[in-house]
DNA sequence: CTGAAAGCGCTTACAG
DNA sequence: CTGAAAGCGCTTACAG
């Protein structure tokens, strides 16, 4: 039998309420009584029920995570390391993380909130899908706990937000590109309206700038965030526009800029000089190993855990935008 | 202000009896009721409280998911697939998934059970630490609810379990080194006291068995999944056993194998044929294109739901035990 | 310094 | 066919 409050304060011989104040240590309680009480939780092998805990309280000690992965990406290791992150933490403060997954869906996405809305979440960290950055009204789906927005910043709500700071990650990129002499330097990505990858084409941009050569559009590549459009544009790019070099701003159309490369037999970084987005193993192991926009996931998780419990003690606080900085790592493949 | 069950009641004209009956169809309710009860709700914007429905119910419609990632691992998909394929049936039936990380630790693991117990969850999916395959003692540990274990089978446990074929997906592999006339065929892998590990060699030896070849322990090896780790192993089999395929079924520790492979010049597949585990996405685009044994992850993870949520049902069924297939992707790597 | 008791929002025997 | 009321296991004003 699992044993409740009432049991230990019987065997203790005090009240619920002494209990209950020794256990979240919520008014004096005497050294005498207290020792009473821990000694019957132990013999009762004791541990509070949190479902009733929460019903009282209004406080359930669990977060909400949704993140927009598509169908079956499993390339995708990105958020994998922010849920991972963020796990970290909240195990340390006695949270637990409910995991869920808009697929880069709005409709999905509302789903998911109203669900949570329901659940008595005490916080949600939200990397929205590419669409809902468009969406004013989502500010009033949001049920009465506080958000934190990772990843990408929805243009028309306020609130805490943890970011990367891409325009750094690219300008640097960029520039390094230009110190080897490239000019026609082409971008890809994914969609230019996400926040995320607008800052990496802005970064591209300034370093473009700054060595006096105007940005020319046609070298401006946006398409879906799958390894067949990276193939698509990285072919586009070579055939009509003359490049010398690449910067692909997206880990998984990456791979489609390697694999027409290979196909193509157009060496690197002779022929054609890369730089490419996300530090994952298998960027370092191929021939050449690539140089790379390092972004910091877990990192990114751990912070975005940090600022949410600290919005949950500290509603009224000044709402802030944290910047994490993207590093490039520097290989053979420019 | 957030309506409760007695608002709708009251409103409705009905006992609360009623409006949870209505909700949940549990017991007959006119349609003329019925009606009312349900204009009410819409009228009030009512969802009821599941954590108060979970206190009185006893069930929550949370399950737990305990997955073994080490550290900073962020090359390891699989068990981000496996949630999420869990995580979409799970919303089908309206659960929602809690996400959590043993970091590989056997401490770490028995730490998040004892979490869990106290949350009252309705169910647990486990992919146990390699450690705990070994602990009787772990049955104890569980509470009062159904584990579905998954990749890994505990030696000493029994309950259901999900698990992928690694002995055919091996020896479908092997079988094809073999028949381009490979017979000094090479194995590196992670611990093979791992369960799933264990299968994957039995398939490597029987498919040389049956080619009339007795498995040479020398060309056996087995190390910590990390890529400094099959890049060593790769070493030490290419320069001390003369081999002339490699079967690595560990997709980390392949990385370290092509990094040693790339450094070395051996051309693959004329020096070095090469069937690597798990077919990730930049296996296919680096050069020469991978041959690798496929696992479906989403789908282990979509079965291990689909079971425990069954036998949330119906607690006293037989406990099976179920295997997916591996498949193998012939690339240009043999 | 501690206790008796109300109440969080539901579900579910019990009664008619 | 439906309702009045107990109770899930806690927390927390209120009282002394």
């Known amino acids: ?9 019987q065997l203790a011989g005090v009240s619920t309420a002494t209990v209950s104040h020794v256990i979240n240590s919520t008014r004096y309680v005497s050294d005498e009584v207290k020792k009473k009480v821990y000694d019957a939780m132990k013999q009762l092998n004791y541990s509070p029920n949190p479902v009733a805990r929460s019903l009282r309280s209004r406080k359930s000690n669990i977060i909400g995570l949704i993140v ?43 789903e998911r909130i109203q669900m949570f809305n ?24 949001f049920g009465d ?32 590109l230009l110190a080897k002499g490239h000019t026609r330097i ?4 994914g969609g230019l309206h996400v926040s995320s990858v607008e800052e990496r084409l802005m970064g591209y941009r300034k370093a473009l700038q700054e060595k006096g050569i105007e940005p020319d ?7 879906e965030s799958l390894w067949t459009s990276g193939y698509d544009l990285t072919h586009e790019l070579i055939t009509n ?36 987005y996300d530090d994952y193993e298998w960027t370092g192991v191929i021939d050449p190993p690539l140089s790379v926009v390092r972004q910091p996931a877990y990192q990114l998780g751990e912070k975005a855990a940090e600022i949410l419990l600290h919005r949950i003690e ?18 053979d493949s420019y």
Chains 1, 2 share one sequence.
């Open 1 to 9: 039998m699992i044993a409740r409050i009432k049991d230990v304060a």
């Open 68 to 110: 927009p992965i598509k169908g079956n990406d499993n390339s995708n290791n990105f958020f994998m390391s922010v849920a991972n992150g963020i796990e970290s933490v909240l195990k340390k403060h006695h949270y637990h993380l409910i995991l869920s997954n808009s697929r880069e869906k709005y409709e999905e996405e509302l």
């Open 118 to 141: 329901n659940q008595w979440i005490d916080g949600l960290i939200l990397a929205p899908t590419t669409q809902s950055e468009e969406h004013k009204d989502m500010e009033r789906t």
């Open 145 to 176: 706990y506080p958000v934190v927005f990772i990843d990408r910043k929805p243009k028309h709500l306020q609130g805490d937000c943890v970011l990367i700071n891409g325009f750094d990650g690219s300008y640097q990129a960029v520039k390094a």
């Open 186 to 189: 082409g971008f890809i990505s």
């Open 217 to 223: 559009a046609s070298l401006i590549k946006s398409g």
């Open 241 to 276: 526009e003359n490049v010398t070099a690449l910067f692909v701003a997206n880990n998984v159309m990456c791979m489609g800029t390697m694999k027409y490369l290979r196909e193509k037999r157009i060496q690197i970084p002779d022929r054609m000089a890369l730089v490419c």
């Open 314 to 331: 500290n509603r009224n606080g000044k709402i802030k935008e944290y910047r994490l900085p993207a590093e490039l790592i520097v290989r």
